[in-house]
């Protein structure tokens, strides 16, 4: 309903890099310093106006412990396949 609504994004990377942040750094400033990402680009990549090249997520993450992963996507409702199918 939210993401119907528009009120709530469906998970994507960018979720993930928000709560990463969030949960463990004190600041974006100190995840970009960490990273390797400019502040900038990381607010326009969290606004949803960039996107980052796997390559440079991979990398950024890397700076970090972490890596990205392939999962499959929510099934989506009967109705929904008909359009997109």
């Known amino acids: 309903m939210g993401i119907a ?3 709530v994004r ?3 990377y960018q979720s993930d ?5 969030r949960e463990k750094f004190p600041t974006r400033r100190a995840f970009c310093e960490a990273t390797g990402l400019s502040e900038g680009l990381l607010r326009h990549v969290l606004a949803g106006r960039k996107d980052l090249s796997l390559a440079a997520l991979t990398a950024a993450l890397e ?3 972490y890596r990205p992963r392939i999962l499959p996507a929510p099934e989506l409702k009967p ?3 008909k359009r997109t199918g």
């Open 10 to 12: 469906p998970d994507d």
């Open 79 to 81: 109705e929904a396949k």
């Open 17 to 21: 890099l928000e709560e990463l942040i």
């Open 5 to 7: 609504s528009g009120l």
């Open 63 to 65: 700076r970090i412990g």
